[in-house]
């Protein structure tokens, strides 16, 4: 004969009632019958083998056994909402610690961005924004110093895992008030004999627009160099030339400096997306923040069309 187990309903009504002081009570708690708890007391008496409570009409008083075992009983709840709460902390990712890279105007606007959206929902979760030079940023993913990194792809990147979020182009930015800006779109025959100002020589996009005005056979007179989107914004305000950027940081740099932005054809085409470390297994958190940093990313930049920078609203 198979002997009885305790179920945990039999708890739940056991503990319904002497919580509540009556088996009406315990059965509107429990969202039930009046018939159905007695008949969980009843199970559970049989389990137990003693009298939980002494009956008296309609009345249910504790036996000292009953109440014996109601203590017990209290003390596996305390320990069912500890399990709880340790369960929200995991879920919440408490304490959690999140290192994420990216290139300074990334960082200190679309990443800044998503991070505060993230915080909003996980505000327990200590996040850290890293900032360098694109080799930098690439060599703290690989290397598993960060868990991942935004970035914008001119090439292919070997030693990281990219995943593409979205594709846009370069597009060319002029001091306010530039003869060019007078053009709806720009081309390589626009700039001959422009002073121009490029990105540092080995750099995948230095060598990606060099390549497109050698095939255009158009001379430009380079007259600086600069490593960063912002810097050669600043140089281009300055009145020193003209260039070819990313359209984030053209569009950001619009917003702050004296520059104009036009199309530029033929593309040169910008992945922005995100990197993680190449033979790291993504933990749970990651993937939450990766999930987020995509619908931040496609929602702003899909203000990108084109090449053409153009802003909503609510965008940035």
Not at 54 to 66: K, W
């Amino acid at each position: 004969m198979t002997t009885p187990r305790l179920g945990l309903r039999q708890i739940e009504a056991f503990r319904a009632i002497m919580v509540s002081g009556s088996m009406t009570a315990a059965a509107r708690r429990l969202h039930t019958s009046q018939p159905q708890v007695s008949r969980l007391i009843a199970q559970l008496e049989a389990v137990t083998q003693f009298p939980l409570f002494e009956r008296n009409g309609s009345r249910l008083t504790p036996t000292l056994d009953g109440s014996r075992f109601f203590n017990e009983v209290e003390k596996t709840f305390i320990g069912l909402a500890g399990l709880e709460s340790a369960a929200a902390s995991i879920r919440s990712f408490a304490a959690g610690r999140l290192s994420v890279a990216a290139m300074p105007r990334l960082a200190g606007g679309l990443l800044a961005r998503i991070v505060a959206r993230f915080k909003t929902q996980y505000p327990d979760v200590m996040v850290s924004i890293q900032s360098g030079n694109a080799g930098t940023v690439h060599d703290w993913v690989s290397s598993g110093f960060c868990e991942a990194g935004l970035a914008m792809l001119y090439s292919d990147a070997p030693g990281v895992q990219v995943e593409p979020v979205v594709t846009t182009r370069c597009v060319a930015v002029l001091p306010r008030g530039h003869r060019l800006a007078r053009l709806k779109r720009l081309k390589p025959a626009d700039f001959v004999g422009e002073p121009f100002i490029s990105f540092p020589m080995g750099s995948a996009l230095r060598e990606r627009i060099d390549g497109i005005f050698q095939a255009a056979k158009v001379e430009r007179r380079i007259v600086a160099e600069a490593g960063l989107g912002a810097s050669i914004c600043a140089l281009v305000a300055a009145g020193l030339g003209v260039s070819l950027i990313n359209p984030v940081a053209a569009g950001e740099e619009k917003l702050e400096g004296d520059i104009e932005v036009r199309p530029f054809s033929p593309a040169v085409p910008v992945i922005i997306g995100l990197l993680y470390p190449p033979y790291h297994n993504r933990t749970r958190l990651v993937n939450v923040f990766a999930e987020l940093a995509r619908e931040v990313m496609r929602q702003e930049l899909a203000a990108f069309d084109d090449g053409a920078v153009r802003r909503r609203d609510a965008a940035l």
